[in-house]
């Protein structure tokens, strides 16, 4: 079946510009995740939304960094007045739940990424 | 927030198995243990999950002592296309932490 897709694939943007980032997950994931990683570094935790609970934002860097999620599809991660800082790869991730039973979780499915470069 | 530390990178030979192995600190009693492989441009995948003891899929071994302070993850005879970044983690999902990671090199 499709995996979890992103788009773009690459954006270019200048700095103080507005992006937006989409990622469909998973048909019938109800959990959503995305992920931040710099050249050469880890993934760094951004946001993860569960069903219709309230989103995680813990990971977010800073204000400029927002994303919704309707219901269980589509995500949209929007950076604000980018940085040059803002520039990486975002990846997406979905599963077929978060927390349960002995707080494991389900294997992630991780998307192409989206490659941020800032002018 | 539960952290884990493992070598920044290791060579191996193809044919060889190769070992990796991730300290917990902070692991949660309830916290399963997860390594991913991630090659260059593309996003991580899952390997391998487990609680405690030992794990085996068709892909690798994990092993997990009894304190569950630490785990390993074993590739039996790797090949040149096992090159690539693995990642162990700890913890919930809402705490995610992947890590630098390890790079893996397997040279001919």
């Known amino acids: 079946g499709a995996g979890v897709s992103q788009s773009p694939s690459n954006k270019v943007t200048e700095k103080g510009k507005d992006v937006e980032l989409r990622c469909d997950p998973i048909?019938?994931?109800?959990?959503l995740y995305w992920y931040r990683q710099r050249l050469g570094q880890g993934l760094e935790f951004l946001i993860y939304?569960?069903?219709?609970?309230?989103?995680?934002k813990s990971g977010l860097p800073s204000d400029r960094f927002s994303a919704e999620r309707t219901g269980e599809s589509v995500s949209t991660l929007t950076i604000q007045r980018t940085q040059q800082e803002d520039s990486a790869v975002y990846l997406c991730?979905?599963?077929?739940?978060?927390?349960?039973?002995?707080?494991?979780?389900?294997?992630?499915?991780f998307g192409p990424g989206t490659r941020l470069t800032v002018l | 927030l539960a952290k884990t530390t493992q070598p920044i990178s290791m060579d191996s030979y193809e044919g060889q198995e190769v070992n990796i192995t991730c300290s917990h600190n902070?692991?949660?009693?309830?916290?399963?243990i997860t390594w991913y492989q991630q090659f260059p441009s593309q996003g991580p995948r899952f390997i391998i999950q487990?609680?405690?003891t030992k794990v085996t899929n068709e892909v690798a071994s994990l092993f997990i002592p009894a304190d569950r302070k630490s785990s390993t993850l074993s590739l039996p005879r790797v090949s040149l296309s096992d090159t690539a970044v693995y990642y162990c983690l700890s913890g919930s999902a809402r705490q995610l932490t992947f890590g630098s990671g390890t790079q893996l090199t397997v040279l001919p």
């Open positions: 048909s019938g994931h109800t959990a």
């Open positions: 939304f569960q069903g219709n609970s309230a989103p995680d």
């Open positions: 991730a979905s599963s077929s739940g978060g927390l349960a039973g002995r707080r494991s979780y389900n294997e992630q499915f």
């Open positions: 902070n692991i949660a009693t309830n916290d399963y």
């Open positions: 487990g609680y405690k």
